[in-house]
């Protein structure tokens, strides 16, 4: 278990809440170190989308189905229901249209799984605040014009976005800037949280 130790806690966090023997889709999965570490830790049967072709290889060569794919285009080449998981981890805020994406996400799969980064976060706060321009930080690095970062959001935008479209929070882990779940960030994430990992359905248990 060494090697699933060393990753970033939310992607610890997604092999735990990730069955054994799930059929698991990752939209945006890099270098493919996710769908890697759930092959050898929970038996998956994985497959991962990603259009950066250096990314795509590094896939290849650790042996994770690939398939190079937009996620801005349609996901309709996937059945309904096709997969138990459909992962996708800090790229809700780069997609152009990210609530029609979390509801294929949600078509393709029985439940998915998404970390986004808290644009409220204290730190963005003071930032805009003090200096009176876009937040640069570890966990949003880029300047305004260059920022692959289209659709910023905060935690209390997610939650009113899956309680307008009816959909139920199986699990939410809010972690710091140290990747820790603290007690500030549990007892007000919005301000102190810096990323969140939401576990969601369609299904009401």
């Given at each position: 278990m060494?090697?699933?130790?060393?990753?970033?806690?939310?992607?610890?966090?997604?092999?735990?809440?990730?069955?054994?023997?799930?059929?698991?889709?990752?939209?945006?999965?890099?270098?493919?170190?996710?769908?890697?570490?759930?092959?050898?830790?929970?038996?998956?049967?994985?497959?991962?989308?990603?259009?950066?072709?250096?990314?795509?290889?590094?896939?290849?060569?650790?042996?994770?189905?690939?398939?190079?794919?937009?996620?801005?285009?349609?996901?309709?080449?996937?059945?309904?229901?096709s997969f138990d998981m459909v992962v996708m981890t800090q790229a809700l805020q780069a997609v152009h249209y990210p609530d029609h994406v979390i509801d294929e996400m949600l078509r393709i799969g029985k439940e998915c799984i998404v970390t986004f980064p808290n644009f409220a976060h204290w730190r963005c706060r003071f930032y805009l605040l003090t200096k009176g321009r876009m937040p640069v930080s570890k966990n949003l690095p880029y300047t305004w014009y260059n920022t692959p970062n289209i659709h910023l959001c905060t935690f209390k935008d997610f939650e009113a976005l899956c309680h307008r479209k009816s959909l139920s929070i199986l699990d939410r882990t809010v972690i710091d800037?140290?990747?820790?779940?603290?007690?500030?960030?549990?007892?007000?994430?919005?301000?102190?949280g810096e990323t969140a990992i939401y576990h969601i359905t369609r299904h009401h248990e």
């Open positions: 060494n090697a699933q130790k060393a990753l970033r806690s939310d992607l610890n966090t997604i092999i735990d809440w990730i069955e054994p023997e799930s059929r698991v889709l990752d939209l945006g999965c890099g270098d493919g170190t996710l769908l890697d570490q759930l092959k050898q830790h929970r038996n998956i049967h994985g497959y991962g989308l990603e259009i950066n072709p250096d990314q795509i290889v590094e896939c290849v060569r650790k042996g994770v189905n690939v398939i190079e794919h937009n996620m801005d285009e349609s996901l309709s080449n996937f059945k309904t229901d800037a140290n990747a820790n779940a603290s007690l500030a960030s549990k007892l007000m994430p919005n301000l102190f």
